[in-house]
């Protein structure tokens, strides 16, 4: 086995599903240049040597090129799409929901969108139009499938399962976790990598996964947060609070299932989202949790989130945005106690 | 004859007065009496042929949506007997009697830019004169198609204001030679995009008026089981995306088509119909740009038929010459009189050509317009009144009826025997449709995902 950081998985998922079935192809911004970066954050980087005919390079125009995918979806091709920064979407927002999401339902089921989209998101230094979490806009959408992974062995199997789906499916990856290196590199990574089985493999796209096991509370979170919820775990278990930390993976549909076996067990849930806690992701989980599970938790489910402010510039407002460990443990040891 | 839901509030509707009175003959399309609304003052139609027996709302009084207002004597109108009124039906009272092209050519319009003037008077008056020989009964299927389409939507208009279709419709009378020129001139494989206003495009492009009023009328065996509406009809299966609602957002899916098309080193083409209206959207700059810098099958169809919903072209771009555009991208861009079903046919079969040398994308500007409004509430006041005699005085089924009469020897006899056909076709389809079965609440969920 190999270990992989986030890039290096996804670029093997791409390489391995285009040699598997020549309908694939790469459409988007600085992807296939040669001797340029393979994309923003090095996901395509060489591919463009391997499948000359396969990697698109396409002009600043995400409305017009997403709508060109969904076209060529249309017509049996599959699709890989993606946005250099995940805010770029916004651009192409009528044709993601207005056209692919809805063209299976309003065909009466005979349109099929066989489409992968992929966008960088989270707050890295760049400014508040290079840094939302734009999940919460696309979530809650009929008829789009979205996946967040949180390291590089889902980061791989996802791919390849949202190639292989039928269906317009959106994943957003996060930029301080894809461990590219050299020029490319960012300030501020954290590690995502895992080992990655040489055999061919591919990852649920509807499953959410425990990832740590405990008994006092739940914590619910994705991308980045995952890996500062796992560290708050690690912290939290010296003062004997054992917590259950969920990676969510699948943003929509969600997994109930999976969250309610954990829910149910620990009968307190605390949801960590990077972004303004104001109708997130969390909002949505939140309710769905109470709806289902509500009458046995012993404390109401909390959020801990960004502040409802666009993303600051300066580090030590940067910082303030992001939920940090610290904010973590604190909110687990409020709700613990309450 | 029921008063139809006109208002698109809940204001007031007020009966002004009656054209016909008790007693008297009248037509099924002709103007029966006069209704005002917050919106507009507009006249509606009678929905039946024969005698007006009875007069239940008096001049000058409120009326409810689907309050019995008249009683009719009906005659019959039967189809194929000897006794068809050769005139067709239209949505207006006045029968325009075309004028010499010269002396309409002189009349110069109150409104639009000297661009749209030149084109106005330009090519839209030359007499019809093909350039290639046609078989005769080519020339009349395309006359039938366009018939079909224009009597398809005349009966949907009726079918709307008897109260017995739900939804809205945006129709296409006046807009048969654009659809049918456009999608005769492509092979059966090739594709179309179309907007909220598809149902010309689909029965030109072979969808059957049986699949469209059960999509209309919302049930389960309609083109889209139901689930699509008027705004979405297409048929995978005929080469016809559901129709794309949002102005302008076909037109990088017809990219994106014919994208595949060229990966897929398949010879088939995508045409992509859009009106003067979606020329300022940014999906178009985005989408014909990309077909342009790719060499894209595709042939984009503007039909530019003056008016986006009520908003004239000369007020929404300075440009209203919408084929100069295609130099811009680096590509050809062509101007058709958009009422002659020949010209139009003989620019996309050369178009078509192009597009499958991989010489790039076309643009074709085809000049048009609408008997109707823009959606089926609307009375078109924003459209002069001078303005509509001179396009009706084009009508395209008109047109091509008078020059195959006199460059085919075809009977007027033989062209009423077509709209006898027609009609029939249609009769029974609505017939069907009224009673075909519509989903149930198993059917909410499905077809989300595929």
């Not at chain 1, 591919?47 to 698109?56: A, G, I, T, V």
């Not at chain 2, 194929?80 to 239209?90: K, L, M, V």
């Not at chain 2, 894209?296 to 008016?307: K, Q, R």
């Amino acid at each position: 086995m190999k270990r992989f950081g986030i890039a290096e998985a996804l670029r093997e998922a791409i390489q391995e599903e285009m040699e598997r079935d020549n309908r694939v192809f790469c459409i988007g911004e600085d992807i296939a240049v040669p001797g340029g970066w393979g994309g923003a954050f090095t996901v395509t980087l060489g591919l463009e040597k391997k499948f000359p005919d396969r990697m698109l390079d396409v002009p600043i125009a995400e409305l017009g090129f997403f709508g060109v995918a969904i076209g060529a979806a249309l017509m049996g091709m599959r699709p890989i799409v993606d946005v250099q920064y995940g805010d770029f979407l916004l651009l192409a927002s009528d044709q993601i929901i207005n056209n692919a999401a809805k063209m299976c339902y309003m065909s009466g089921g005979r349109a099929k969108v066989p489409l992968v989209m992929r966008a960088p998101i989270g707050a890295t230094g760049r400014g508040a139009q290079h840094a939302q979490s734009l999940e919460r806009f696309f979530t809650g959408v009929p008829g789009l499938k979205i996946v967040a992974p949180s390291n590089a062995y889902d980061a791989k199997g996802l791919l390849k399962a949202a190639v292989r789906d039928d269906n317009p499916v959106l994943m957003f990856e996060h930029k301080l976790l894809y461990g590219s290196r050299g020029a490319r590199a960012e300030p501020g990574a954290t590690d995502a990598t895992s080992e990655i089985p040489e055999e061919d493999y591919t990852v649920p796209l509807d499953k959410a996964v425990r990832r740590r096991e405990g008994s006092h509370v739940t914590i619910l979170a994705w991308l980045l947060m995952l890996h500062h919820a796992t560290a708050a775990a690690n912290i939290l278990s010296n003062e004997g609070i054992e917590v259950e930390v969920l990676d969510v993976r699948s943003l929509s549909p969600l997994d109930y299932e999976t969250i309610g076996t954990s829910v149910q067990k620990t009968r307190r849930a605390i949801i960590v989202e990077e972004g303004p806690k104001a109708g997130g992701v969390g909002a949505e989980l939140a309710a769905g949790i109470m709806e289902r599970f509500g009458k046995n938790l012993l404390s109401p489910v909390t959020r801990v989130a960004s502040p409802d402010i666009p993303v600051p510039f300066t580090p030590i407002l940067e910082n303030a945005y992001r939920p940090d460990v610290a904010r973590i443990v604190d909110a687990v040891r409020r709700v613990v106690t309450s | 004859m029921k008063m139809p839901d006109l208002a698109t509030t809940d204001s007031d509707i007020r009966l002004l007065r009656w054209f016909s009175q008790p007693g008297q003959a009248v037509q099924r399309g002709q103007p029966l009496f006069e209704v005002e609304t917050d919106k507009a003052i507009s006249q509606v139609e009678s929905i039946a042929t024969g005698i007006l027996k009875e007069v239940r709302a008096p001049a000058d009084s409120l009326v409810s949506a689907g309050q019995v207002i008249a009683v009719f004597e009906l005659q019959s109108q039967g189809s194929g007997t000897s006794a068809i009124d050769p005139a067709p039906i239209t949505a207006s009272p006045v029968k325009v009697i075309a004028s010499a092209p010269s002396a309409v050519a002189q009349k110069i319009l109150g409104r639009g830019s000297e661009l749209a003037r030149d084109k106005i008077q330009g090519p839209a008056l030359q007499p019809l004169a093909p350039a290639i020989t046609y078989e005769r009964s080519f020339l009349l299927s395309l006359y039938e198609r366009m018939v079909l389409i224009r009597e398809f939507e005349e009966r949907v208009k009726f079918l709307f204001l008897e109260g017995t279709m739900p939804g809205t419709i945006h129709q296409c009378q006046g807009q048969e030679a654009t659809a049918v020129g456009v999608c005769f001139a492509l092979q059966p494989d090739d594709w179309i995009t179309s907007t909220f206003r598809g149902h010309g495009h689909a029965l030109a492009k072979g969808l059957t008026p049986q699949e469209l009023l059960d999509e209309l009328f919302g049930a389960i065996t309609g083109c889209c089981k139901g689930k699509g509406g008027s705004m979405h009809v297409g048929n995978m299966d005929k080469g016809m995306v559901p129709g794309i609602a949002i102005v302008g957002g076909g037109i990088p899916l017809a990219a994106g088509m014919a994208l595949a098309f060229k990966m897929q080193k398949s010879p088939r083409i995508a045409a992509c119909f859009f009106g003067d209206g979606a020329v300022a959207e940014g999906a178009f700059h985005e989408g014909v740009n990309m077909a342009a810098l790719w060499n894209l099958p595709v042939i984009f169809v503007c039909e530019n038929n003056l008016y986006g919903a009520s908003t004239h072209i000369s007020k929404v771009m300075r440009n209203t010459r919408v084929s100069d555009r295609a130099a811009a991208y680096g590509f050809r861009g062509e101007t058709v009189d958009g009422n002659d079903v020949l010209a139009v046919y003989e620019a996309t079969r050369q178009a078509a050509v192009d597009c499958r040398a991989g010489n790039g994308p076309v643009l074709l500007e085809l000049l048009t317009y609408r008997r109707t409004g823009h959606s089926r509430r609307d009375p078109c006041h924003y459209q002069p009144t001078d303005e509509r005699e001179l396009w009706f005085s084009r009508d395209p089924l008109d047109r091509f009826a008078d020059w195959m009469s006199q460059n085919v020897a075809v009977s007027s006899s033989l062209l009423a025997q077509v709209k006898a056909r027609v009609e029939a076709q249609i009769n029974e389809a609505v017939r069907k449709a009224k009673e075909a079965p519509l989903p149930t609440l198993n059917d909410l969920n499905t077809d989300v995902f595929a």
